[in-house]
Structure formats: C-alpha cells, structure tokens
C-alpha cells in the first residue's frame, strides 16, 4: 500500500464522522523504485492532504517532506522528488490502519489493506431475511442439537459434492448450471442449505 | 509490437477466486477496441470493481501504461483470496495497481471521490436468490440477486460519485440485467451510454456499456 492510498483512504464504520487520516501501525515498510512523472504529481497535489502524507511519511521514517507545501514549489525539482518518494515509492507492507475515532484496526497483510467490516459495522441487508427460515428454537435441547447436526451433515455433504463437480467442471459450466438450478428447481434444497447456514 | 493485454498463462488462480471467462474477455477486447481513444483520454486514475483474478485490471495496465506515462491503478474486490490473486497476476507482468479488500469502494468513497478517470467493472450479474448474494468465497463472484441487479445497483451509484468529471466506466451486463433500463436509469444521472461490445455465448448474451457524462463530448 502506498501512502497514495493511505491519503485517499478512510474510516468506513457506520457513524463514524472523523474518519480521516487513519493512523498507521508499521511492522514492514518496503521501498520500490517508481518511473518519476511531474505531470502526475502537478495534478494530484492539489487532491493530497498535505499533513496527512507528512506525518504518515514520517511513520515510515521519512522525514523529508516540508511541513507546509503550497503548489508554487511544485516548480523544485528537488520538492517533487521528495513529494514522488513519500506518495509512490514507501508501501507499507505489513501492519495496520487503525480508525481515529473508534481504534478500529485495519490490518495490512501483503500490502493490502482489509476494509471489510463486520455486519454490526455497516449496514447489511441480506442476513434479517436469511433468520426468518431459522428452525424455531428447539423444546427439548437434545432433538434441537440432533436436527442441527443431521442438517449440518446434510449439507457438508452438500458442499462436498459441489466441490469436486467444481474441479471437473469448466467455472463457465458451473455458473450456468447453478444459475438453471436456481431458476427451474423448487427452492427446496437451497432452502436446506439455508437453514443450516444460519444454524452454523 | 501488437497490443498486450495479460497472458492466461500468467495469471494466477485459487479455488475460491472467479477464473477469467467469456465476460472477462468481452470486457478486454472492448477496452482493446476502445485503446486509442482511451490513450487519448489521457486518465490519471483507473479503477477496477471486483478485480477477481486480476486479468481485466492487469490487460487495462499493459494497454494505459504505467508511472511513466502519469497513470496509476486501483482495485478492489471483497474476496481478500481475489485480490491476492490479482497482486500475483499484477506482478507476474510486471505493473502495479493499488489493492484493496473492500466492498465495492467501502473507504475510498469520500477521498477518491470525483478522481477516477477510468472505471471497468464486471460484476456479479448472475440472476440468483437474493439471500445468495454477498456469500463468502467463488459465489460472491456471479451472485447478482434478483435478475442480477442486486450487485450492479449498488456499484452505479459508488461509481457515479467516484467518476471525474471526464470519466468513463466500461460495465459488464448480461440481457436478463436489463442493460437498457440500465442506461436510462444512469441517464437520470447524466450519463449518456452506448453499447460498445455484444457477444452471445452458448449460455449467454454479453453486452459491454461505456458510460460517460454527458456533458463531455466524446
Ligand atoms: C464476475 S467476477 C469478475 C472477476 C474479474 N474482474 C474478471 O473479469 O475476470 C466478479 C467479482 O466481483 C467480486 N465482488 C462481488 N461482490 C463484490 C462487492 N460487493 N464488492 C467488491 N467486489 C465484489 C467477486 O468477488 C468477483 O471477484
């Protein structure tokens, strides 16, 4: 992740209003050499939150960006190296973003940052749906806890034989099939497949 | 030297991530056919939504160029497997996008706003039960909901604020998405749009839409 990205990214968790710049925690930094484009960078500065790209540049451990730029030094040459080394050339390879607000942790893995959030985050619409097929909370524990396990194996099975009809056929084949399934079929078996789902 | 676009052979593949198909194909060979006048649009930002195994966004990379020539990349896709695959893809060609693992561009929409010049997306438009869309692993990749819109109407409106004010976006439908209710709908939004690659596969017909604002003449 480049700290390009790092000043383009912020704080996706529902009801949070300071969302930005997400602090960075470091645990590997790596340097890759970057073809210098001036018209690039003429065009971005403007975009860029200049102290946001300070201080991340400094969490890496690059102190020499000015603390104040306006774009008449966009003329330095000297400036737009140092501007096109902090922006492209320092990627965070592993660590985290963490939210200002909440300490949400984002975790960098590969130089890829994971924004995905949980469902109590964001606003998800499908699970409420998937809870009204739920088996009703079951009278007698013991059956309660057969009836899952009986549905669970049902539909490992399930997944077991999806799996290796996946490995024979082409991804093409299978997306069809799956899509004349579930446009033909009763919705029974899905319907199953369901239930345990959510059981799970 | 004839026009690159990624090599199959160098695109790297896992069980859980969508393998390039007829729809990715259809997807390049419309970004090929529209390669000059996409090079003439001199974009500064392209991105891809749902970059699966990293073809379309790495072909778009060896078609625009890279640093050099003032353009950079980003991708997204919500299968952290995909865009794992994608850096693997990105780097057996030696280019560079941005990755991240997010929905749609959960994260990016306030800062990346009005920035992207270029959007490709192929997204999951496989008509499915709702409750199917979303799903962990390969079943987000072609899981679209109900006549496969699901997806695809909560990236327009992602998209539509990210675009600038020059920016083009190259989406994949399928005929069941109803690709010209589509078009007027992004009409309401300033759009105009034009289908710019048909293909009927045994199984499917494929229909590549480029969008822009109206306002910019092409
Ligand atoms: C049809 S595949 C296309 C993959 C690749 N772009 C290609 O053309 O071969 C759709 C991709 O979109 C991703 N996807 C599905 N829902 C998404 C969402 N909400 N946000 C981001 N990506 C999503 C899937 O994981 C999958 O990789």
């Known amino acids: ?200 | 030297m004839p026009f690159r676009t990624a090599q199959i052979r160098l695109v790297s593949s896992h069980s859980e991530v969508y393998e390039p198909c007829d729809d990715s194909f259809a997807l390049v060979d419309a970004l090929l056919a529209d390669r000059s006048k996409l090079i003439e649009h001199k974009p500064k930002l392209c991105m891809e939504v749902g970059c699966g195994s990293g073809y379309v966004i790495t072909s778009l990379a060896l078609l625009l160029g890279q640093e050099s020539h003032g353009v950079h990349y980003f991708a997204t896709d919500i299968n952290p497997h995909a865009v794992r695959v994608t850096r693997e893809t990105l780097e057996a060609h030696g280019v560079h996008a941005e990755l991240i693992s997010t929905d749609i561009a959960s994260g990016l929409e306030k800062r990346l706003a009005g920035l992207v010049d270029v959007m490709v997306v192929n997204p999951p438009y496989v008509p499915t039960p709702e409750d199917e869309v979303g799903r962990e692993g390969i079943t987000s990749a072609w899981a679209g909901g109900e006549d496969g819109r699901s997806v695809i109407d909560r990236i327009l409106p992602v998209v539509d604020n990210l675009l600038s004010g020059k920016g083009w976006l190259y989406l994949v439908t399928l005929e069941s998405n109803h690709p010209l209710q589509l078009c007027l709908q992004m009409r309401e939004r300033g759009y105009a749009s034009r289908i710019v690659l048909q293909r009927s596969t045994d199984e499917e017909s494929l229909h590549i839409i480029k969008f822009w604002r109206d306002s910019d003449r092409q």
Not at chain 1, 16 to 33: A, D, S, Y
Not at chain 1, 84 to 98: Q, R, S
Not at chain 1, 118 to 135: A, G, Y
């Open chain 1, 1 to 200: 992740m480049r700290l390009l990205t790092h000043n383009m990214l912020s704080s996706n968790i529902k009801g949070v209003t300071n969302g930005f710049p997400l602090r960075i925690e470091v645990e590997k930094v790596v340097e890759k050499q970057v073809d210098l484009s001036p018209a690039f960078l003429r065009n971005m500065f403007s975009k860029i939150e200049w102290k946001a790209l300070v201080d991340a540049s400094h969490s890496f451990g690059y102190a020499e960006l000015p603390e104040q730029a306006d774009a008449s030094m966009l003329d330095s040459e000297d400036f737009l190296r140092k501007f096109h080394h902090a922006l492209l050339e320092l990627h965070l390879e592993e660590g985290a973003l963490i939210c200002p607000e909440t300490g949400r942790r984002f975790p960098v893995s590969k130089g890829i940052p994971n924004m995905l959030l949980h469902e109590d985050e964001c606003i998800m619409m499908t699970v409420d749906k998937l809870k009204t097929t739920d088996p009703p909370s079951p009278q007698i524990p013991g059956i309660g806890l057969a009836r899952e396990k009986a549905l669970d194996g049902y539909s490992k099975a399930v997944e077991g034989i999806a799996k290796v009809k996946m490995k024979i056929m082409s991804k093409r084949k299978q997306k069809f099939i799956i899509w004349l399934a579930r446009n033909t079929k009763s919705s029974r078996e899905p319907q199953q497949v369901n239930l345990e789902r959510c059981t799970s």
